[in-house]
């Protein structure tokens, strides 16, 4: 199985500073296709789990644009610019390229 | 509204069996590959599985292959989760989703004697 490493596992941050959360993969993401399935989820505490940035740095929709995600192969960033309150929860990244589909174990972000 | 609604999540004992149910709304649920996640207390999260739109195909994650089966019925856009022989391992949330941009609010599967 595809084995997705963050980093850090804890982040703390002050309103507005921009922080980046690094997920690195055990296996290149890159598909047979030529798309990167690797995909970045918030979960606020007590909340399901949502999709903010989906094949590496596509924005979903109605997600703010200060989360911005980068990278290619097996290493990739999300990246906060300028956290805001409601950004708090734990991220996590998920890849579907190569089956079982699996996630990395989570950045929980909490305020300084 | 667009929403996932699971439902069925009970107190089962260990060796026994229990069916979920994932019901979508306010979209085309047959035109959507459906997944099964599952999160343990305090843990990260855990791929069981997945179903192609018209149900004839499904993967699934080794750690549950043969004793969980998902199926759907377009008919009544609900997704199912059967599952087996379950064991203290599988108490969790289990969420419904759609190629993660939809996800429902979970339900809690306890397993215990």
């Known amino acids: 199985d595809v084995v997705l490493t963050q980093t850090p596992p804890t982040l703390s941050a002050t309103i507005g500073q921009s922080v980046s959360i690094s997920c690195r993969s055990s296996q290149s993401l890159l598909h047979s296709n030529g798309n990167t399935y690797l995909h970045w989820l918030l979960q606020r505490p007590g909340q399901s789990p949502q999709l903010l940035i989906y094949?590496?740095?596509r924005l979903e929709s109605g997600v703010p644009n200060r989360f911005s995600g980068s990278g290619s192969g097996t290493d990739f960033t999300l990246k906060i610019s300028g956290v805001e309150a409601e950004d708090l929860g734990v991220y996590y990244c998920?890849?579907?390229?190569?089956?079982?589909?699996?996630f990395g174990g989570g950045t929980k972000l909490e305020l300084k | 509204e667009v929403q996932l609604v699971e439902s069925g999540g009970s107190l089962v004992q260990p060796g026994g069996s229990l069916k979920l149910s994932c019901v979508a709304s306010g979209f085309t649920f047959s035109n959507y590959w459906m997944d099964w996640v599952r999160q343990t207390p305090g843990k990260s999260l855990e791929w069981i599985g997945e179903?192609?739109?018209?149900?004839?195909?499904?993967n699934y994650a080794p750690s549950i292959k043969d004793r969980f089966t998902i199926s759907r019925d377009n008919a009544k856009s609900t997704l199912y989760l059967q599952m087996s022989n379950v064991k203290s391992d599988d108490t969790a949330i289990y969420y419904c989703?759609?190629?993660?941009?939809?996800w429902g609010q979970g339900v809690m599967v306890t397993v215990s004697s």
């Open positions: 989703t759609t190629n993660w941009e939809l």
């Open positions: 094949s590496v740095s």
């Open positions: 998920v890849q579907g390229t190569h089956a079982p589909r699996t």
């Open positions: 179903i192609n739109t018209d149900g004839s195909k499904t």
